[in-house]
């Protein structure tokens, strides 16, 4: 089964910034999408960002804009997304989400980003 692999998470100060990695550890998929999802305790599981395979779409929820930038490096196979000015309500653990043309639906573990006020 494929998991894929992010990174980038640990603990920051109000205000502070990471830059969160998802890396695919395969090749050969027809990839449609990249996203970034989020879940704290107690909640639902929240999409913040996504973005298109060939990069032409991006998306950002209204929480997330002005703070957070969504990119892809294609020759790397990797999707990051920069977190700036963050906030205690953006702790959370933050999944990649890859989705093919034909609706098969991958993620990762996880990792964690924990912001202090």
């Known amino acids: 089964q494929l998991t894929l692999v992010e990174s980038g998470g640990g603990s920051v100060q109000f205000g502070g910034s990471l830059r969160l990695s998802c890396v695919s550890p395969?090749?050969?998929?027809?990839?449609?999408?990249v996203g970034w999802f989020r879940q704290a305790p107690g909640r639902e599981r929240e999409g913040i960002s996504c973005?298109?395979?060939?990069?032409?779409?991006?998306y950002y929820s209204d929480e997330m804009k002005g703070r957070f930038t969504i990119s892809r490096d294609k020759a790397k196979k990797a999707v990051y997304v920069q977190m700036n000015s963050l906030k205690p309500d953006d702790t959370a653990n933050y999944y990649c989400?890859?989705?093919?043309?034909?609706?098969?639906?991958?993620w990762g573990k996880g990792t964690l980003v924990t912001v202090s006020s």
């Open positions: 395969e090749d050969g998929l027809n990839i449609f999408a």
């Open positions: 973005i298109s395979s060939a990069g032409e779409m991006s």
């Open positions: 989400n890859l989705q093919t043309s034909d609706y098969k639906d991958y």
